[in-house]
Nanobody, 124 residues
């Protein structure tokens, strides 16, 4: 199974910005809704943001709305997550995934082709 490839994580201070990228070698990638999730040890994977096939519909978790922005470049088979005004509580392993189910956008079980994740660490 071909996985998505996340990159762009790092260690930053509170208030800084990061831009994550999610790339796919699959030609069908532009045909799918894609989402970012994040996970910290001991907790379930948490929905962060999603973007529809053509990028016209974007959804965000309440905790990141107004600070994070999701976008995609289908010509490059890449989805981005711009993260601004980062907070300590944004520290997590960030994953992207491709929606394959018909259920709610925020439900991790509706997604497949998970990547290995990229670590974001925000320090005070």
């Amino acid at each position: 199974q071909v996985q998505l490839i996340e990159s762009g994580g790092g260690v930053v201070h509170s208030g800084d910005s990061l831009r994550l990228s999610c790339a796919s070698p699959r030609r069908s990638f532009p045909l799918h809704t894609v989402a970012w999730f994040r996970q910290v040890p001991g907790k379930d994977r948490e929905f962060v943001a999603s973007i529809s096939r053509a990028g016209g519909a974007k959804d965000y978790a309440a905790s990141v709305k107004g600070r994070f922005a999701i976008d995609r470049d289908n010509a490059q088979n890449t989805v981005y997550l711009q993260m601004n005004s980062l907070r300590n509580e944004d520290t997590a392993l960030y994953y992207c995934a491709q929606k394959v189910g018909v259920g709610p956008l925020f439900r991790a079980t509706e997604y497949d082709h998970w990547g290995q994740g990229t670590q974001v660490t925000v320090s005070s």
